[in-house]
């Protein structure tokens, strides 16, 4: 089995009308919300054997508060195919994961995050700023995962009452 919980990075900031919509940074309440979010996988026992990023600024920044909260040591994968990428994208992205990463954290945006979600599980919600979408993919390997093995699991973000 893998699993895989699809991250939107946390909020961003506008402040900087002049920053490309690629490098805009998180704000206070992302910058908040992420290590929070890592405090409750943690509190699941929820441990990444991977990270795979968009490199976009406030996606990198989620991924590395995400890393921080939970203890991930390894390398993150950045990914700069995972800014505006489709469901084909992300799909690809995820069949090249290598096998031994059973659990793997995947930090994208929104609405190609969605529409991935939907495909795949016929997720229907937005995935708000930080919110974290759990699939489990009933195959052992990554090169395998389809819509018919593709299981949705759980939905949590930031403002969630638990």
């Known amino acids: 089995m ?10 961003s900031s506008w402040k900087d009308e002049h920053l490309k919509d690629f490098d805009r940074p998180l ?10 979010m890592a405090k409750r996988f943690k509190g699941k026992n929820i441990s990444p054997d991977a ?11 989620t991924a590395l508060l995400l890393a921080k909260g939970v203890g991930f040591t390894k390398e993150i994968v950045y ?15 995820l069949r090249a994961v290598d096998d031994k990463e059973a659990t ?3 930090v ?7 529409l991935f979600a939907q495909e795949y599980v016929n997720f229907s919600e937005n995935i708000v700023t930080c919110g974290v979408l759990e699939i489990a993919f009933d195959c052992k390997s990554w090169s395998e995962i389809s819509k018919e093995n593709a299981r949705f699991i759980s939905y949590d973000y930031p403002k969630k009452k638990s």
């Not at 990270?51 to 920044?61: L, T």
């Open 27 to 36: 704000n206070k309440r992302g910058e908040a919300n992420a290590p929070m």
């Open 51 to 61: 990270i795979v990023s968009s490199q976009a600024n406030r996606a990198k920044a």
């Open 108 to 114: 994208g945006h929104n609405p190609e995050l969605n």
């Open 104 to 106: 793997l954290f995947l």
């Open 79 to 93: 990914k700069k195919s995972l800014y505006e990428a489709d469901a084909k994208t992300i799909e690809e992205i």
């Open 2 to 11: 893998k699993k895989l919980f699809v991250v939107r990075h946390a909020k």
